[in-house]
C-alpha cells in the first residue's frame, strides 16, 4: 500500500555520508518524493521532497533517478542525532492524498 | 515541528472513560491529518480532514472513534469507551494545500489502566 521499497535498516559510522535508498518502480507522473523522519519519541519530521531534479537543503539532498523509479536521501556528514526512522513516501500532488507510511528505514549511527 | 500543537501530552484514562485529543494546526494550514502508533509498530492512518469536512476516513476504527475540524478551534479526535488496546501515541499533522508538506505534532500518548 505504501508503494515504495526501502531497507528495513543501515548504520553509518558518526561524520560520515549516508545513502539511503528507496524504490519507487510504479510512481506516476504526478508523484512527489518526499522523505520523513521520526527519531525516538517524537513525530515524524519533514525532511525534503521533490518530482523530478535533485534537490537540496539544510538536512540533506534528495537524488532523483533518470525514470524516478528510484531515489537516494543523502545526509552528508552523520550525527547521532540523525539516528532515526527514514520514510520515502509518494504524493500525488494533483489529488487530495492522505500520507501513507511504511516500514521505512532504521537508521542506526556508530560513534 | 513548524507549530503544530498537541495536547495534553501525555493522558491516562481508565477503561470506559472518554478521550479528547486536541490538535491545533499550523496558522494557516487547513488540512489534518491524524495517525496512530502502537508501542513498537509504524504509523497508521487514520482520517484526513479540511476545514468542517471529513476528506477520508478509510483508517478509523468504526465504532467509538470520531473526529472534527471545526471552523473554529483545534481539531479533535474522540475516542469514546476507551480500552486498553487503545494505548498508543496519537500524531496529528497539519498542511496548507493538498499533497504538501505535512508538518506534525509531537504526540499525545494515551495509556488506558
Known amino acids: ?111 | 515541528n513548524a507549530g503544530v500543537m498537541q495536547n495534553p501530552r501525555h493522558l491516562v484514562r481508565r477503561r470506559g472513560q472518554e478521550a479528547r485529543l486536541r490538535c491545533s494546526p499550523v496558522k494557516g494550514h487547513s488540512h489534518v491529518y491524524w495517525y496512530r502508533q502502537l508501542p513498537e509498530e509504524g504509523l497508521k492512518f487514520m482520517v484526513y480532514l479540511q476545514k468542517e469536512n471529513i476528506i477520508d476516513e478509510s483508517g478509523m476504527p468504526k465504532e467509538r472513534f470520531s473526529a472534527e475540524f471545526p471552523k473554529e478551534g483545534p481539531s479533535i479526535l474522540r475516542i469514546q469507551q476507551v480500552v486498553r488496546g487503545d494505548s498508543a501515541a496519537y500524531f496529528c499533522a497539519s498542511s496548507p494545500y493538498q499533497g504538501g508538506v505535512a508538518f506534525f505534532g509531537q504526540g499525545t500518548r494515551l495509556t488506558v489502566v
Open chain 1, 1 to 111: 500500500d505504501a508503494k515504495t521499497t526501502q531497507p528495513n535498516s543501515m548504520e553509518s559510522n558518526e561524520e560520515e555520508p549516508v545513502h539511503l535508498p528507496c524504490n519507487h518502480s510504479t510512481i506516476s507522473g504526478t508523484d512527489y518524493i518526499h522523505w520523513y523522519r521520526q527519531l525516538p519519541s517524537q513525530g515524524p519530521e519533514y525532511v525534503i521532497h521533490g518530482l523530478t531534479s535533485n534537490v537540496n537543503n539544510r538536512m540533506a539532498s534528495l537524488a532523483i533517478a533518470e525514470d524516478r523509479k528510484s531515489s537516494t536521501l543523502i545526509l552528508h556528514r552523520a550525527t547521532l542525532r540523525d539516528a532515526a526512522v527514514y520514510y520515502c513516501i509518494l504524493r500525488d500532488g494533483v489529488r487530495d492524498d492522505k500520507i501513507i507510511f511504511g516500514k521505512g528505514t532504521r537508521l542506526h549511527i556508530l560513534p
